[in-house]
């Protein structure tokens, strides 16, 4: 990894304002009728950033030039407290000029296999591909503290070996079901950025940014876009066993 590629932040406020003048950028780069494709990711870190951008790029960022996706989301229903949408929408969407028909939403509460085959039709033809695989123009992911990343978890060789766009995937520790884009999407993006805060992720970023090729078991260190560009936005608390 390019340690120009690994950016340390103060704090998730000064993160969110580095991530909310990139995706200024990204939108400025696209055609006057093409749109910025971004996959969202799940969790605690991305509410915070979402929140931040509601807030101090509301007027900032031209919000109907984006299609919003996610990289995974749980199998439920939207209204469920644990709906990657729910909290999306809560955060972000309910604060800012997004056409709803530019938000493609998982239906966590579908078939889980039905809906992980529908959302990669959906994928398909919405977005650019490149040998029938859907290509990003911006993944956002985060990092569990035991290297599993969107919903792909350290041990499930299916979906970790798989050729599908969006697969089912299961939370090893509560059993619920998740439907993730797959690493065959997420190394398809332009660009891919691992959004990480807090001291409790410090020792798995250390161990994901040092282990040898040879070593790579864990989902978040096969994150590897093939032709795209990999970015780290880290606060200094999880930055903060690396050596830059
Ligand atoms: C999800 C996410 C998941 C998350 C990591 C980190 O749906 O939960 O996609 O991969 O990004 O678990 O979550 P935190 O940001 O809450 O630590």
């Known amino acids: 990894m390019e340690k120009e590629n690994i950016k340390v932040f103060k704090n998730i406020d000064q993160l969110s304002v580095f991530l909310g003048e990139q995706m200024i950028n990204l939108i400025n780069q696209k055609q006057e009728n093409d749109f910025l494709s971004i996959a969202l990711s799940g969790g605690s870190t991305p509410?915070?950033?979402?929140?931040?951008?509601?807030?101090?790029?509301?007027?900032?960022?031209?919000?109907?030039?984006?299609?919003?996706?996610?990289?995974?989301?749980?199998?439920?229903?939207?209204?469920?407290?644990?709906?990657?949408?729910k909290m999306t929408r809560e955060s972000l969407?309910?604060?800012?000029?997004?056409?709803?028909?530019?938000?493609?939403?998982?239906?966590?509460?579908?078939?889980?296999?039905?809906e992980a085959e529908r959302y990669s039709e959906i994928a398909k033809n919405k977005l650019k591909t490149i040998d029938g695989v859907p290509c990003?123009?911006?993944?956002?992911?985060?990092?569990?503290d035991d290297g599993h990343t969107a919903s792909i978890f350290p041990g499930n060789d299916k979906v970790i070996k798989t050729e599908k766009i969006y697969?089912?995937?299961?939370?090893?520790y509560s059993g619920q079901k998740r439907i993730t884009a797959t690493l065959t999407t997420i190394?398809?993006?332009?660009?891919?950025?691992?959004?990480?805060?807090?001291?409790?992720?410090?020792?798995?970023?250390?161990?994901?940014?040092?282990?040898?090729?040879?070593?790579?078991?864990?989902?978040?260190?096969?994150?590897n876009p093939q032709s795209g560009e990999l970015f780290w936005f880290l606060d200094e608390m999880a930055a903060k066993n690396l050596k830059l």
């Open 47 to 85: 509410k915070a950033i979402f929140r931040y951008l509601s807030v101090h790029f509301r007027e900032k960022i031209d919000w109907k030039k984006i299609l919003f996706f996610w990289g995974d989301e749980r199998c439920v229903s939207p209204d469920n407290e644990e709906s990657n949408y």
């Open 93 to 114: 969407f309910n604060f800012i000029p997004v056409p709803d028909e530019n938000i493609f939403r998982v239906f966590g509460e579908n078939e889980p296999f039905a």
């Open 136 to 144: 990003f123009d911006l993944m956002l992911l985060g990092l569990g």
């Open 167 to 172: 697969d089912v995937a299961q939370n090893p």
């Open 187 to 223: 190394n398809a993006s332009k660009k891919v950025i691992f959004l990480v805060t807090g001291q409790n992720k410090s020792e798995m970023v250390f161990r994901i940014l040092n282990e040898k090729e040879t070593q790579r078991t864990l989902p978040a260190s096969m994150i």
